[in-house]
Protein backbone atom coordinates (compact mmCIF):
# COMPACT_ATOMS: atom_id res chain seq x y z
CA UNK A 1 0.00 0.00 0.00
CA UNK A 2 1.28 3.51 -0.66
CA UNK A 3 2.00 5.60 2.44
CA UNK A 4 2.39 9.10 2.07
CA UNK A 5 5.16 11.23 4.77
CA UNK A 6 5.52 15.02 5.86
CA UNK A 7 7.96 15.35 8.34
CA UNK A 8 7.45 18.70 9.50
CA UNK A 9 4.27 19.01 11.70
CA UNK A 10 4.68 23.01 11.83
CA UNK A 11 6.68 25.30 9.75
CA UNK A 12 7.11 29.33 9.88
CA UNK A 13 8.28 31.65 7.08
CA UNK A 14 8.84 35.44 7.63
CA UNK A 15 6.71 37.31 4.82
CA UNK A 16 8.15 37.70 1.32
CA UNK A 17 10.71 34.92 1.98
CA UNK A 18 10.74 31.63 0.82
CA UNK A 19 9.76 27.87 2.50
CA UNK A 20 10.17 24.46 1.05
CA UNK A 21 7.62 22.07 2.49
CA UNK A 22 8.79 18.36 2.27
CA UNK A 23 6.48 15.12 1.55
CA UNK A 24 8.01 11.64 0.65
CA UNK A 25 6.32 8.44 -0.60
CA UNK A 26 6.18 5.33 -1.06
CA UNK A 27 5.19 3.25 -3.42
CA UNK A 28 6.21 0.41 -5.91
CA UNK A 29 4.07 1.94 -9.14
CA UNK A 30 5.80 3.76 -12.08
CA UNK A 31 3.15 5.94 -12.71
CA UNK A 32 0.97 7.83 -10.63
CA UNK A 33 0.10 11.24 -9.62
CA UNK A 34 1.38 13.35 -6.56
CA UNK A 35 -1.00 16.58 -5.44
CA UNK A 36 -0.27 19.39 -2.54
CA UNK A 37 -3.58 20.68 -1.52
CA UNK A 38 -3.96 23.71 1.04
CA UNK A 39 -6.39 23.76 3.77
CA UNK A 40 -6.88 27.86 5.16
CA UNK A 41 -8.34 27.44 8.98
CA UNK A 42 -11.95 26.20 8.78
CA UNK A 43 -12.16 26.13 4.82
CA UNK A 44 -12.03 23.75 2.49
CA UNK A 45 -9.20 22.20 0.88
CA UNK A 46 -8.22 23.44 -2.52
CA UNK A 47 -5.41 22.47 -4.67
CA UNK A 48 -2.81 24.12 -5.05
CA UNK A 49 -0.38 22.08 -7.65
CA UNK A 50 -0.23 18.48 -9.37
CA UNK A 51 2.47 16.88 -10.65
CA UNK A 52 1.88 14.02 -12.92
CA UNK A 53 5.15 11.26 -12.64
CA UNK A 54 5.92 10.38 -16.06
CA UNK A 55 6.56 13.93 -16.15
CA UNK A 56 9.93 15.10 -15.68
CA UNK A 57 9.52 18.65 -15.65
CA UNK A 58 8.81 20.27 -12.09
CA UNK A 59 5.28 21.51 -11.90
CA UNK A 60 4.79 25.26 -11.44
CA UNK A 61 1.94 27.62 -10.37
CA UNK A 62 2.93 30.82 -9.85
CA UNK A 63 4.75 31.36 -6.84
CA UNK A 64 4.22 28.11 -6.23
CA UNK A 65 6.71 25.09 -7.40
CA UNK A 66 7.57 21.11 -6.97
CA UNK A 67 10.84 19.35 -6.48
CA UNK A 68 9.84 15.95 -7.45
CA UNK A 69 12.72 13.51 -7.46
CA UNK A 70 10.84 10.53 -8.50
CA UNK A 71 14.04 7.86 -8.01
CA UNK A 72 14.03 9.60 -4.35
CA UNK A 73 10.05 9.66 -4.40
CA UNK A 74 10.20 13.28 -2.81
CA UNK A 75 7.95 15.80 -3.57
CA UNK A 76 8.53 18.87 -1.79
CA UNK A 77 6.46 22.42 -2.49
CA UNK A 78 8.52 25.72 -2.15
CA UNK A 79 6.84 29.01 -2.05
CA UNK A 80 7.96 31.82 -2.79
CA UNK A 81 7.57 35.66 -1.82
CA UNK A 82 5.34 34.04 0.95
CA UNK A 83 2.14 36.15 1.66
CA UNK A 84 0.06 36.25 5.03
CA UNK A 85 -2.74 34.21 2.45
CA UNK A 86 -0.65 31.66 2.15
CA UNK A 87 -0.54 30.84 6.32
CA UNK A 88 -2.83 27.00 6.17
CA UNK A 89 -2.65 23.43 6.43
CA UNK A 90 -0.88 22.21 3.73
CA UNK A 91 -0.71 18.00 2.60
CA UNK A 92 0.69 16.21 -0.08
CA UNK A 93 -1.45 13.48 -1.75
CA UNK A 94 -0.54 10.83 -3.48
CA UNK A 95 -3.11 8.84 -6.37
CA UNK A 96 -2.72 5.79 -7.92
CA UNK A 97 -3.58 5.21 -11.60
CA UNK A 98 -3.48 1.61 -11.57
CA UNK A 99 -6.51 -0.50 -11.09
CA UNK A 100 -9.01 2.17 -11.45
CA UNK A 101 -8.34 3.43 -8.09
CA UNK A 102 -9.39 7.30 -7.66
CA UNK A 103 -8.61 7.64 -3.86
CA UNK A 104 -6.04 10.21 -3.01
CA UNK A 105 -3.58 8.73 -0.15
CA UNK A 106 -2.99 11.91 2.00
CA UNK A 107 0.10 12.70 4.67
CA UNK A 108 -0.43 14.43 7.91
CA UNK A 109 -0.07 17.66 6.68
CA UNK A 110 2.76 20.67 7.63
CA UNK A 111 1.03 23.68 8.96
CA UNK A 112 2.48 26.55 7.77
CA UNK A 113 2.64 30.27 9.69
CA UNK A 114 3.67 33.24 7.87
CA UNK A 115 4.96 36.38 9.80
CA UNK A 116 4.86 39.39 8.86
CA UNK B 1 -16.26 29.76 -9.03
CA UNK B 2 -18.37 26.41 -8.07
CA UNK B 3 -17.51 25.23 -4.65
CA UNK B 4 -18.43 21.96 -3.29
CA UNK B 5 -20.67 22.41 -0.17
CA UNK B 6 -21.33 20.19 2.96
CA UNK B 7 -24.08 20.44 5.82
CA UNK B 8 -24.14 20.56 8.69
CA UNK B 9 -21.39 21.82 9.70
CA UNK B 10 -21.18 20.69 12.58
CA UNK B 11 -23.16 17.32 14.42
CA UNK B 12 -23.26 16.18 17.91
CA UNK B 13 -25.12 12.98 18.15
CA UNK B 14 -25.37 10.05 20.75
CA UNK B 15 -23.80 6.24 20.32
CA UNK B 16 -25.91 4.36 18.40
CA UNK B 17 -27.72 7.29 16.87
CA UNK B 18 -28.05 7.43 12.79
CA UNK B 19 -26.62 10.09 11.06
CA UNK B 20 -26.89 11.81 7.53
CA UNK B 21 -23.84 14.44 6.38
CA UNK B 22 -24.88 16.08 3.18
CA UNK B 23 -22.80 17.25 0.70
CA UNK B 24 -23.70 19.32 -3.15
CA UNK B 25 -20.97 18.55 -5.52
CA UNK B 26 -19.80 20.98 -8.11
CA UNK B 27 -23.21 20.62 -10.54
CA UNK B 28 -21.52 19.16 -13.66
CA UNK B 29 -19.27 16.49 -11.61
CA UNK B 30 -20.31 13.12 -12.49
CA UNK B 31 -16.89 11.40 -10.00
CA UNK B 32 -17.73 11.87 -5.74
CA UNK B 33 -15.86 10.99 -2.63
CA UNK B 34 -15.83 10.93 1.06
CA UNK B 35 -13.02 11.30 3.44
CA UNK B 36 -12.37 11.75 6.91
CA UNK B 37 -9.93 13.06 9.55
CA UNK B 38 -9.48 12.00 12.86
CA UNK B 39 -8.26 14.64 14.92
CA UNK B 40 -4.70 14.49 14.78
CA UNK B 41 -4.68 11.87 12.16
CA UNK B 42 -4.45 12.01 8.13
CA UNK B 43 -6.91 12.67 5.84
CA UNK B 44 -8.19 9.08 4.85
CA UNK B 45 -10.57 7.51 1.90
CA UNK B 46 -13.57 6.38 2.62
CA UNK B 47 -15.60 5.70 -0.56
CA UNK B 48 -15.94 6.62 -4.16
CA UNK B 49 -18.94 6.67 -6.03
CA UNK B 50 -20.04 6.73 -9.86
CA UNK B 51 -23.25 6.29 -11.90
CA UNK B 52 -24.55 5.47 -9.05
CA UNK B 53 -22.67 3.01 -7.70
CA UNK B 54 -19.75 2.10 -5.31
CA UNK B 55 -16.77 2.23 -6.99
CA UNK B 56 -14.02 1.90 -4.54
CA UNK B 57 -14.06 1.48 -0.55
CA UNK B 58 -11.62 1.14 2.08
CA UNK B 59 -11.62 -1.42 4.64
CA UNK B 60 -13.48 1.69 7.43
CA UNK B 61 -16.69 1.83 5.29
CA UNK B 62 -18.14 -1.32 6.70
CA UNK B 63 -21.78 -2.35 6.60
CA UNK B 64 -22.56 0.76 9.13
CA UNK B 65 -22.19 3.27 5.98
CA UNK B 66 -23.86 4.09 3.14
CA UNK B 67 -24.02 6.32 0.33
CA UNK B 68 -26.58 7.96 -1.51
CA UNK B 69 -28.08 10.29 -4.39
CA UNK B 70 -30.82 10.63 -3.60
CA UNK B 71 -31.41 13.34 -6.53
CA UNK B 72 -29.13 15.46 -9.20
CA UNK B 73 -27.61 17.26 -6.63
CA UNK B 74 -27.54 15.78 -3.24
CA UNK B 75 -24.76 12.88 -2.32
CA UNK B 76 -24.39 12.03 1.62
CA UNK B 77 -22.89 9.89 3.61
CA UNK B 78 -24.66 7.91 6.45
CA UNK B 79 -23.52 6.34 9.22
CA UNK B 80 -26.05 3.69 10.66
CA UNK B 81 -25.30 3.32 14.09
CA UNK B 82 -22.23 6.02 15.45
CA UNK B 83 -19.81 4.58 17.13
CA UNK B 84 -17.51 6.82 19.66
CA UNK B 85 -14.63 5.69 16.99
CA UNK B 86 -16.75 7.67 14.29
CA UNK B 87 -15.93 11.22 15.89
CA UNK B 88 -13.97 12.71 13.22
CA UNK B 89 -14.37 15.58 10.35
CA UNK B 90 -16.19 14.31 7.44
CA UNK B 91 -15.07 15.66 4.08
CA UNK B 92 -17.04 15.17 0.47
CA UNK B 93 -15.36 15.44 -2.60
CA UNK B 94 -15.99 15.87 -5.95
CA UNK B 95 -14.46 15.73 -9.84
CA UNK B 96 -15.40 15.47 -13.31
CA UNK B 97 -16.89 15.63 -15.50
CA UNK B 98 -14.75 12.84 -17.47
CA UNK B 99 -12.81 10.77 -16.16
CA UNK B 100 -9.25 12.43 -17.21
CA UNK B 101 -10.03 15.14 -14.93
CA UNK B 102 -7.44 14.55 -12.40
CA UNK B 103 -8.80 17.48 -9.42
CA UNK B 104 -10.68 16.27 -6.93
CA UNK B 105 -12.59 19.37 -5.59
CA UNK B 106 -13.42 19.55 -1.56
CA UNK B 107 -16.07 20.38 0.79
CA UNK B 108 -15.61 22.69 3.80
CA UNK B 109 -16.39 19.36 6.19
CA UNK B 110 -18.78 18.12 8.82
CA UNK B 111 -17.23 17.87 12.29
CA UNK B 112 -19.14 14.82 13.72
CA UNK B 113 -19.12 14.58 17.45
CA UNK B 114 -20.40 11.29 18.89
CA UNK B 115 -21.01 10.89 23.06
Known amino acids: AQTVTQSQPEMSVQEAETVTLSCTYD???????LFWYKQPPSRQMILVIR??????QNATENRFSVNFQKAAKSFSLKISDSQLGDAAMYFC?????????????FGKGTKLTVNP | EPEVTQTPSHQVTQMGQEVILRCVPI?????FYWYRQILGQKVEFLVS????????KSEIFDDQFSVERPDGSNFTLKIRSTKLEDSAMYFC?????????????FGPGTRLLVL
Open chain 2, 93 to 105: ASKGPTRSTETQY
Open chain 1, 27 to 33: TSESDYY
Open chain 1, 51 to 56: QEAYKQ
Open chain 1, 93 to 105: AYRSTQGGSEKLV
Open chain 2, 27 to 31: SNHLY
Open chain 2, 49 to 56: FYNNEISE
